[in-house]
C-alpha cells in the first residue's frame, strides 16, 4: 500500500517535499559587510534556481535555492570573486544556471542579433528615406 | 514589391506557429545533468548522518571497484519508492555509499529502519553543498563512480525497475 501511494506520489510533481531543517545560516540574512552583500545580491539574481527553473535563487524558495544563497554569500565572504563563484557553478551545471550567457561560437547570434537587426532597420530606413526625397 | 515577397510576412508567421506547435507537443527536457560525468569525484568530506555509522569523503571512493553514490533524504517521497530498488542492488553485490540531504539524524534513522538500510557508508550533507560539489540538483539522484573515483554516469531521479539493466550496464561498464 505504502508503495503504491509513493508511486501515485511520483505522478504529482508538486509533492516533492521541503526538509525539516531551517535554513542555512546565510540563506535568508544579509552578511554584515554592505559591499560584500551587494556583491552578493547581484550574483544571486544572476543564478537560475535548480528547482524553480526560471526563477533566480534570490527569488525562489526552495530549499536548494536557499542552500545556495548560502554558499554564495559563505564565498563572497572569504574573498572570492563573484566571478569564481560563477565558474565554479557553471564547472558542475552548466551555462544553464547563469543567466547571463558567456561570449562563445554557440552564443554569438545572441549577441550578434541587436546589431544586425540595427543594420537591418537602417537598411530599410534608408530606402524609404531615399524614396521620400522630391 | 513582387507578388512573392507579399508572402513573406505569412511564410514567417507559419513558421512560427510550427515551431510553437512542435514544443507544444514535444516539450523540452528540463532535467539538469551534472557536467562531472568522466571528471574525478571533487574533493569533500562528510560528518556522520547517524552517530555510529560509518561515513565518507571523496578520498575514499577510488577503492578499485565501481560503486554509486545515493542521494537521498527522509523527506523525499520518491526515495520511499527507490528503496526497494536499491536493496536489489545490495543484494546483487552492488555497493552503495548513502548522501543525506538537509536530514537530522534521527529521521535518518527512521527511514533506514521503516524503508531498509542499502548503504555501506551514510554521510549527512546538511547544506547541500556536497550536492552542489557533484552537480546534483535533487533528491533522489544517484553517481556511479568507478574504482578509480572518476564519475561515471549520474541517473537524475528514482532508479525504479525499468531503470535497473541501464544502471548495472553502467557499473558493468565502470568495473
Keep these: 500500500m505504502k508503495r503504491l501511494f509513493a508511486a501515485l506520489i511520483l505522478l ?12 542555512a545560516q546565510w540563506a535568508d540574512r544579509q552578511l554584515p559587510d554592505p559591499k560584500q552583500e551587494a556583491e552578493a545580491k547581484a550574483l544571486m539574481e544572476q543564478l537560475r534556481c535548480l528547482v524553480c527553473q526560471g526563477q533566480s535563487i534570490a527569488d525562489s524558495d526552495a530549499d536548494l535555492a536557499g542552500d545556495m544563497r548560502n554558499m554564495v554569500r559563505t564565498r563572497i565572504a572569504s574573498g ?15 551555462n544553464w544556471v547563469s543567466y547571463k550567457p558567456p561570449v562563445e561560437p554557440a552564443t554569438w547570434p545572441l549577441w550578434a542579433a541587436p546589431l544586425i537587426l540595427l543594420l537591418g532597420g537602417a537598411w530599410l530606413a534608408r530606402a524609404r528615406l531615399k524614396r521620400g526625397k522630391p | 514589391m513582387s507578388r512573392a515577397v507579399r508572402f513573406v510576412p505569412l511564410a514567417l508567421l507559419l513558421l512560427f506557429l510550427a515551431f510553437v506547435a512542435w514544443r507544444l507537443t514535444v516539450p523540452s527536457d528540463t532535467t539538469i545533468r551534472s557536467k562531472l560525468e568522466g571528471k574525478p569525484v571533487p574533493a569533500f568530506a562528510l560528518p556522520p548522518a547517524i552517530a555510529g555509522r560509518a561515513t565518507f569523503g571523496s578520498a575514499d571512493l577510488a577503492t ?3 560503486r554509486i553514490v545515493n542521494f ?3 523527506w523525499c517521497v520518491p526515495c520511499i519508492a527507490e528503496a526497494p530498488v536499491l536493496r536489489d542492488l545490495k543484494a546483487k553485490g552492488v555497493r552503495i555509499d548513502g548522501i543525506a540531504v538537509r536530514d537530522r539524524p534521527e529521521d535518518v534513522a527512521e527511514f533506514l529502519k521503516e524503508n531498509g538500510d542499502p548503504y555501506q557508508r551514510i554521510g549527512s550533507d546538511t547544506q547541500s553543498s556536497v550536492q552542489m560539489t557533484l552537480g546534483s540538483s535533487g533528491v533522489p539522484e544517484s553517481f556511479v563512480v568507478d574504482g578509480r573515483g572518476i564519475i561515471r554516469y549520474q541517473h537524475v531521479g528514482p532508479i525504479m ?3 535497473l539493466d541501464r544502471v548495472l550496464a553502467e557499473l558493468e561498464k565502470a568495473k
Excluded at chain 1, 572570492?80 to 552548466?94: N, S, T
Design chain 2, 64 to 66: 578499485g571497484q565501481p
Design chain 1, 80 to 94: 572570492q570573486h563573484p566571478a569564481e563563484v560563477r565558474r565554479w557553478l557553471i564547472e558542475r551545471y552548466g
Design chain 2, 72 to 74: 537521498f533524504a527522509s
Design chain 1, 12 to 23: 504529482a510533481s508538486p509533492a516533492w517535499a521541503d526538509s525539516n531543517l531551517p535554513p
Design chain 2, 161 to 163: 525497475p525499468q531503470d
